[in-house]
């Protein structure tokens, strides 16, 4: 019977779009299992491309006449297609410095951290630093962070600063902490923590979200033959694992001179939608200078700016409308002052400027709510240069279930990552509590709450895998299948949004859902190839799917050998 609808509708589709002109296309990719990710013609066998878009999605002998003598025509011999995955949130170069520097991904144990820097720190000149990012400490025995001894043991000398994945906490060593100034007298910077020995009072190497730059800007600064290369490698990370637009969350101006540099020089094939930071001089510029839309072939974008309102659960900065079931004497902090944020607000909406923000906590989410919310009464449609702003939160990850219809009433999107719940999930019934996980990660509240939900990798807090990202949303489960008390199965989402998390939601997102996120035709030409059906494969088969082919702008950009 579902054999007979696929069919059915095959054929259907190929008299809706046969092709009107004689025109040959520049590919043809024939025996493909094409999800459009389009409601109304959800399935196809051949995809023709002319230039950069989509010029016939239909069967594959409809599509032979598109074959002319210069056509190259691709089998797909069966491989699933789906519209060009996007991250919609993603640090790109950040991506980059974890390939370049100490990357401490699947580190497990404190041993086997103190390990991978004893090996740097040998290989390292006296008084050079050594940096490194990726630690996460929750299925380490016992799960506790490190501190500035254990790391003096393996470098006394050098100094060496080492994140924690998230980017929401950093621990530093002894020397590190000398250089930067850093003792028991140094006052918390505001939207940061100085983590101290609870008996001796002195700083014990963690420091929490701003205090990070205490230390960090003794580190010398990278070369920009260094920047360049992140992104390269980035990129090229990126390109590989099938994903065809990345949603930059925040950076500066000289990351867009890196990008238009390379794009010139067409070593760049990745689309980029870039947000800088803000309230301060880059959010600034923006409103000044005014968005960059659909450059180089509409690769780049930014006309964003991102906000960072509170820190990490993980670290125990998210901003909570409670204490911290695990630390009653702290609730975590705003890492942003209202004062600063609503002049931005107002000028943004006047100015067409979308703005996403950074939101962990309940407290921070209903924090940045009632700010939108405000900013949106106070600048009628009339008054604003694009009428329906498409503002975002980012993370949206613990929710008072009062605030997610909000979200649709509003026209905020949440913006969330199912890797983070897979991960998160071990620690968070302990920072919350039970009754507060409902509410948290809950994309499946959300999308029935009227809201598109695009979703994103937060790489490098998470590997940035779009397999694992999938898996995630569907299965809810970790890597192994495990669920464990208060993860909400209910929250996960079918296979059909968690296609549309990746490819319509987040083009929604940047405006761009007339240009692409689903396969139809007069839409950019951009694919994902995977070697495996994840629409219907058994949920832990979606990890080991690999992507075989990543196509943008009608170009092949990747092919697996
Ligand atoms: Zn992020």
Redesign the pocket.
């Known amino acids: 019977m579902k054999l007979l609808v696929i069919v059915l509708s095959v054929l259907l589709l190929s008299l809706v779009s046969t092709p009107q002109r004689s025109e040959s296309a520049d590919i043809v990719f024939k025996n493909g299992n094409v999800y459009t990710a389009n409601d109304k013609t959800p399935k196809a066998q051949a995809i023709a491309v002319k230039a950069d878009k989509i010029v016939f999605v239909g069967t594959n002998a409809a599509a032979q006449k598109l074959v002319g003598p210069n056509t190259r025509v691709v089998d797909l011999k069966g491989n699933t297609v789906l519209p060009g995955f996007t991250d919609a949130?993603?640090?790109l170069s950040g991506v980059g410095q974890r390939e370049m520097t100490l990357n401490l991904e699947g580190t497990t144990s404190l041993e086997d951290l103190l390990a991978k820097v004893k090996a740097r720190v040998d290989q390292a000149k006296p008084g050079q630093w050594v940096t490194g990012r990726g630690w996460i400490e929750t299925h380490w025995q016992p799960p506790v962070f490190p501190t500035r001894w254990d790391l003096d043991k393996v470098s006394p000398n050098n100094p060496v600063i080492l994140g924690r994945a998230d980017?929401h906490g950093a621990v530093a060593n002894s020397a590190a902490l000398k250089l930067a100034n850093v003792d028991k007298s140094t006052p918390n910077p505001f939207g940061g923590e100085i983590s101290k020995d609870k008996q001796s009072g002195e700083p014990n190497g963690m420091l929490l979200d701003a205090a990070q730059g205490l230390v960090r800007r003794r580190v010398p600064p990278t070369t920009a033959a260094d920047d360049e290369r992140e992104v390269v490698l980035g990129a090229k990370r990126d390109v590989e694992l099938g994903w065809t637009q990345v949603q930059d969350?925040?950076g500066d101006y000289g990351d867009v001179d890196i990008f238009k540099k390379l794009y010139a020089a067409g070593t760049l094939k990745l689309r980029i939608y870039k947000a800088v930071y803000g309230p301060g001089p880059q959010a600034n510029r923006l409103l000044n200078e005014g968005a960059i839309i659909g450059e180089f072939g509409n690769r780049l974008t930014v006309r964003t700016i991102k906000v960072v309102s509170d820190g990490a659960l993980g670290s125990r900065g998210a901003a909570l409308l409670g204490p911290y079931s695990d630390a009653p004497d702290t609730s975590g902090f705003l890492t942003v002052k209202a004062e600063d944020l609503r002049p931005m607000l107002i000028d943004a909406l006047k100015k067409g400027i979308q703005v996403e923000t950074?939101a962990i906590g309940d407290r921070a989410n209903r924090f940045i709510l009632d700010e939108y919310e405000t900013a949106l009464k106070a600048v009628p449609v009339s008054e604003r240069k694009v009428a329906e702003p498409r503002w975002r939160v980012?993370?949206a990850q613990i929710v008072n279930p009062a605030d997610i219809p909000r979200f649709a009433k509003l026209g905020i999107i949440p913006s969330m990552?199912p890797s983070h719940a897979i991960g998160d999930l071990f620690f968070a019934p302990s920072r919350l509590g039970i009754p507060r996980l409902k509410g948290s990660y809950a994309w499946e509240s959300f999308i029935k709450s009227g809201v598109v939900v695009p979703g994103?990798s937060?790489a490098p807090?998470e590997r940035g895998e779009p397999m694992i990202e999938f898996y995630a949303a569907v299965a809810r489960k970790d890597q192994k299948g495990f669920s464990g008390e208060g993860w909400h199965p209910e929250e996960a989402v079918t296979r059909e949004q968690a296609l549309k998390m990746f490819t319509i939601w987040p083009a929604y997102a940047a405006f761009e859902d007339k240009l692409r996120g689903t396969i139809e035709v007069g839409k950019l030409a951009d694919l994902t190839i995977l070697s495996a059906d994840i629409m219907t494969i058994p949920e832990l088969e979606i990890l080991k799917t690999r992507c075989v082919m990543t196509v943008i702008n009608g170009e092949i950009v990747h092919e697996a050998t």
């Open positions: 949130h993603q640090h980017g969350a925040g950074h980012e993370h990552q994103g937060d807090v």
